[in-house]
């Protein structure tokens, strides 16, 4: 069958329709097992608001939606059946029944997406048979709240759309250059100093200004941690990103002993990459084990992002104290600088029990043992990342970054970048094809990576992630792809993102008030971001070709 005929995205795997159709009645109840009564009470909240049914919970083995546990499939296995008799989802755990229950809530009416009861619409199930799983484990969205703050309430919002797509995985880029937004008690002039910056750059290019606004904002401890329970509740792994050795001027604001040379006055107001870097002392690496254990209290993933992109090694040059330091360690240049350090991090979170996560760049100067590398200047990082055994997120920009303009169109937002529309996001396959089988096991999956220079508010980053996230969420779930298909269901499913809130950009480019004519852009070709790509990684891909 076409899968247009259920309009669900994802597109499941398998799916048949059967004539009928099952409605849903107001004392209508959801039985589950003890272990799945979180996600009843997930659905419950997914149905209650628009139907104003109550949906009480019942014991297992009874009610007309019914949530069972079928010990012998995958974890993220889930089989929904509906028909005259209700409602049947089974799953290999409890986030297999969450995915489940999306399907289930999107063959519903879109008027189920409002917060408040809608009297007019009848709340009918056709009767179906769908099976389905994921193709990849890991399906994510890398969410930049550093340059941009995005209050907790926001946050969560997003990850409300990233379970509606069945994305499991929310990176959260918490510090760079421009701020730092998690309170660490050992050190508590990060946010109080470094949490806030006078001014920010308007725009992007030779013609860019500033706003002389000041903005800031961090979240407390128990922010961060209803946020990651919030995303549990919904399936979704939350992956904290605690840059280092680069991207550090908002930390040396704070702290400028952990630099080198002149304390910077706050923390970046302009856009791009600072020059500053963290000394090689160990005083300073021990600073950031301290960090991470902070982090580590919160934040429970099995990952814990370090960065590593990006690091100017200008200070390192010039810097006598680091050259000596390098020698004493037996280190041959800057590459291997940042590989000992990236290395005495990963030893530490080893210690830890977690896995560190870091932009490809770690590859360079030599990867630390038990590293994760997310691959993003191409898949060049990916295919070095699995030839070397090392386990591997693929999120090239040149596929999914949100943050590149969306058309040629002239009142494309502050356009930079590329044009990445809907179809050329659809068409990401995060398997490298020149991988070999057993190589393609270290591919753990992809996610999209958006930037927030240029989104200062909800209502733009609503604008550069949605419909494209779709596409993203259908390129890591399923196996099998079909534009014309997925066109078709996308064009039913705008209708819920409609009911939702979403303030997406319509298929036929942006409405008048989605422009930004006060901040000027600097786009640039696809040819010419691949040059300086292939540029950006001559040492990777020259390692990958010796291998």
């Known amino acids: 069958m076409s899968t247009s005929e259920l309009s669900i995205i994802p597109a499941p795997r398998d799916a048949t329709v059967s004539p009928g159709e099952y409605p849903m009645a107001p ?8 272990e799945l009564v979180p996600a009843a009470r997930v659905l419950q909240g997914l149905l209650r608001p628009a139907t104003g049914f109550a949906f009480a919970i019942a014991d297992a083995g009874s009610g007309d939606i019914t949530l069972e546990i079928e010990p012998n499939a995958d974890a993220e296995e889930y089989r929904l059946s509906i028909d005259e008799g209700g409602v049947v989802l089974r799953a290999g755990s409890p986030r297999g029944i969450l995915w489940g229950i999306q399907s289930l809530v999107q063959l519903l009416p879109p008027a189920i997406h409002r917060s408040a009861r809608t009297r007019t619409t009848e709340w009918m199930l056709p009767h179906c048979v769908i099976s389905d799983a994921p193709r990849f484990p890991w399906r994510g969205l890398m969410l930049d709240v550093a340059r941009h703050f995005l209050p907790k309430r926001e946050v969560m919002r997003v990850i409300d759309l990233m379970a509606v797509h069945k994305l499991n995985t929310l990176h959260l880029h918490l510090t760079d250059d421009q701020g730092w937004r998690l309170q660490i008690d050992a050190f508590p002039r990060l946010t109080e100093r470094g949490g806030w910056r006078s001014d920010s750059q308007r725009g992007h290019g030779p013609n860019a200004t500033m706003t002389g606004r000041p903005h800031g904002g961090w979240y407390t401890k128990d922010d961060a941690r209803e946020i990651v329970a919030y995303a549990a509740e919904r399936g979704i792994d939350v992956v904290p990103e605690i840059e280092m050795p680069g ?17 910077p006055a706050e923390p970046w107001a302009r856009w791009g990459i600072s020059t500053r870097v963290l000394n090689l002392e160990e005083a300073t690496v021990d600073a950031f084990r301290r960090i ?20 100017k090694k200008t200070e390192w040059q010039g810097d006598a104290r680091t050259q000596e330091l390098m020698r004493e360690r037996g280190l041959a240049d800057e590459e291997a600088a940042q590989s ?5 991090i990963d030893a530490h979170l080893t210690s830890r029990g977690r896995r560190a996560y870091g932009w490809d760049e770690i590859l360079e100067g030599g990867l630390a043992a038990g590293a994760t590398v997310a691959s993003w200047r191409g898949r060049f990082g990916a295919v070095a990342a699995a030839r070397a055994g090392h386990d591997v997120v693929v999120c090239p920009d ?20 590329f044009p990445l529309g809907v179809d050329d996001v659809y068409a990401f396959d995060p398997l490298p094809p020149e991988l070999t089988p057993e190589q393609a096991r270290h591919v753990l999956g992809g996610q999209a990576n958006i930037w927030s220079e240029h989104l200062d508010s909800p209502r733009a980053l609503d604008y550069m992630l949605f419909p494209r996230l779709c596409a993203v969420a259908e390129a890591v779930w399923s196996v099998d792809k079909d534009l014309a298909d997925f066109r078709r269901r996308l064009d039913e499913h705008l209708v819920r993102l409609d009911a939702l809130g979403v ?5 036929e480019g942006p409405a008048p008030w989605q422009s930004r004519p006060d901040a000027p852009g600097k786009p640039i070709t696809r040819e010419e971001r691949l040059a300086i790509q292939r540029a950006l990684v001559e040492n990777i891909v020259d390692r990958t070709a010796s291998s």
């Not at 004392?27 to 003890?34: L, S």
């Not at 991470?292 to 990006?310: A, K, M, N, T, Y």
């Not at 303030?503 to 298929?507: G, P, Q, S, T």
Request: glycine share 12%; no cysteine; aromatic share 12%.
């Open 247 to 263: 991207h550090v001027q908002a930390a040396l604001s704070a702290y400028p002993e952990w630099g080198i040379g002149e304390a």
């Open 398 to 417: 040149d596929a999914v970054y949100l943050d590149y303009r969306q058309s040629d169109h002239e009142g494309e937002p502050i356009p930079v970048g």
């Open 292 to 311: 991470l254990d902070e982090v580590i209290e919160v934040f429970p993933s099995r990952f814990i992002g370090i960065g590593g992109d990006e690091a």
């Open 340 to 344: 000992w350090f990236i290395g005495q």
């Open 503 to 507: 303030e997406y950009r319509d298929l």
């Open 27 to 34: 004392t209508a109840t959801i039985g589950a097992p003890p």
